[in-house]
């Protein structure tokens, strides 16, 4: 395997260049999912598809199992940027757009495959290796939600290259996104003095929002945000229409439905007031369902134990929102793991440090290996 790693080196590097500057906001992956599948196609991946929410699915020895393991990571970035991304490598650090987040565990997969295709795979029940989409933001796991549409009831446990190599994600935070709008009279700024303002009655709601005391069950934890606003016409004109973007989280479902009820009251207070209010729902992701968790430490312990032996670091088991919240509600055993080391992940200065894209494929590729193994199907 190391001798693996090392001939292929540089290639692992250019691969992650001509990856990161292919712009792949969520939705938009088109480019970069056809970049993965001519790259697994010409290292002699059969069966290799594009299906309709832009997954890069390679599917091994599934036809007819009901026990398909599945291997990911997502090729979609919070960036809107549609234009070239820039790059840069000074020998120890890489920094480009979503270079960590996730483009080098997406070369990881990329490179696991190159490897056991080389070296042979045993998975009698079927594996499949998956570039999905729509992983970050209003993306709304839509890609992950088509793969268990697509495979319903033939997915035993799911498994992600997502975050630093030091992180495991066991338990999903579930999510409520709105887009929230006020309309009013609006009218001249003096002449029309004292008609109700749509900014400042959003304010009034999002002050509210920002009263409110979070639950808190055992070890739960539960957010919330407002995360864009917008509205007015000009400085000299009373606002007709206001409008932001907020949501709120937990890792609790029970908490994740009282901040719904805390919402749906501050909402309906607003209209009760007579503001002409629209509220729409933009994004939902679950919470963890009735999942076995001895499944899901097994596969923690499986992975914690690679981690450990290859890059010799602390290890923080965690929750969070990622591709994993799907099979986890629909009572699929699911983990999280990390694949590089960097940071500033989600702003326009996030970097990894270059040696850890290899150590990160070394965990991949073990991690795979020992989980077909290990793992009782």
Known sequence: MKN???????EIYKTLEELCRIPAPSHYEHEKAEYCKKWLENIGAKGVYIDDALNVIYPINCEGSDKITVFTAHTDTVFPDTDSIPYEDDGTYIRSLGVGDDTASVVVLLYAAKYFIENGLSAPNGVMLVCNSCEEGLGNLKGTKQLFKDYEGRIAR????????????????GSHRYEVEVFTEGGHSYGAFGNKNAIAELSKIINEIYSIEVPHIDNSKTTYNVGGISGGTSINTIAQ???????????????LSEMKA?????FNSAKERGID?????????PCMGNVDISKIDELKDI??????ET?????????????????????????????YEGGGAHTREEWIKKESVTVGLEIGIKAIESILKEVEL
């Open 311 to 339: 890059a010799n670091v602390n290890i923080s088991t965690h929750s969070s929102s990622t591709d994993c919240n799907i099979p986890l509600s629909l009572g699929i055993p699911a983990l999280c793991i990390g694949v």
């Open 4 to 10: 693996f790693i090392e001939a292929h080196k540089a």
């Open 241 to 255: 229409s206001a409008k932001m973007l907020c949501e709120y989280r937990s890792d609790n479902e029970s908490c």
């Open 303 to 308: 992975c914690a134990k690679v981690i450990k």
């Open 158 to 173: 799911f498994i992600s290259f997502d975050s630093n190599i030091s992180s495991i994600a066991d338990r999903c935070v």
């Open 277 to 285: 209010l629209s509220v729409t729902l933009i994004g939902e992701r």
């Open 262 to 266: 805390h919402f749906e009251r501050i």
